[in-house]
């Protein structure tokens, strides 16, 4: 079974605070992928990688940036939080097959 | 702009009856189609995929494909109160592993 875990599954910050989400893969995918998810919006694509240390912006990469260090581990930084960054933060890992496995969710809250 | 298109319902049906979820896509050149289930409040969910025009079947499931209407859809047979969530339908561009994912389709199944 595919296993992706992400550290928090509930997170407060405060404005200005710089917020790590982290995310980590066990089936060796090469691709992963962070997206935001907002009632009536759907889910928006922030940031993927498709190889260590390779990255490239989504639909939305404002306000965030990403690291690729080993395979197995993504993570999403917040540079600076503010409150419209208040979201549900979802990982994904893909294999070359295209289908996505996500891990369970950050709600991150940005007070 | 590739597209994914979903109603987003909520489709409403009862319990035991055959519940038709839709998607309709812009891009010609997506090659792969996958559905997920979200409950609310947790992550999606891969619940089939398919790459072929036609029908393939995984239980009560059935996705159909027909890429010259740019169609796929979701059967759900003997439709059960537990799968009263949203239903995403995703399809990569070809060539591409980022997916481009509809809004979901919110079905609620009544006793």
């Known amino acids: 079974d595919v296993k992706v875990t992400q550290s928090s599954r509930y997170l407060v910050k405060r404005t200005g605070e710089k917020v790590f989400l982290e995310c980590v893969q066990d089936m060796d995918h090469e691709n992963m992928f962070w997206y935001r998810q907002d009632p009536g919006l759907g889910l928006r694509l922030i940031y993927f990688?498709?190889?260590?240390?390779?990255?490239e912006k989504g639909d939305i990469p404002e306000g965030y940036s990403v690291s690729r260090e080993k395979k197995e581990r993504f993570s999403l930084i917040l540079e600076s939080a503010s409150t419209n960054q208040t979201s549900m933060y979802l990982c994904?890992?893909?294999?070359?097959?295209?289908?996505?496995?996500f891990g369970p969710g950050t709600r991150l809250t940005v007070t | 702009q590739k597209e994914v298109e979903q109603n987003s319902g909520p489709l409403s049906v009862p319990e035991g009856a055959i519940a038709s979820l839709n998607c309709t896509y812009s891009?010609?050149?997506?090659?792969?189609f996958f559905w997920y289930r979200q409950y609310s409040g947790k992550s999606p969910e891969l619940i089939m995929s398919?790459?072929?025009?036609g029908d393939k079947e995984d239980g009560r499931f059935t996705a159909q494909l027909n890429k010259a209407s740019q169609y796929v859809s979701l059967l759900i047979r003997d439709s059960q109160p537990s799968d009263s969530a949203t239903y995403l339908c995703?399809?990569?561009?070809?060539?591409?592993?980022?997916?481009?994912f509809g809004r979901g389709t919110s079905l609620i199944v009544h006793p």
């Open positions: 398919i790459y072929s025009n």
């Open positions: 994904a890992s893909s294999p070359t097959t295209r289908e996505q496995y």
């Open positions: 891009d010609r050149g997506s090659q792969s």
């Open positions: 995703a399809a990569p561009s070809g060539g591409s592993y980022i997916p481009t």
């Open positions: 990688s498709y190889d260590v240390k390779m990255k």
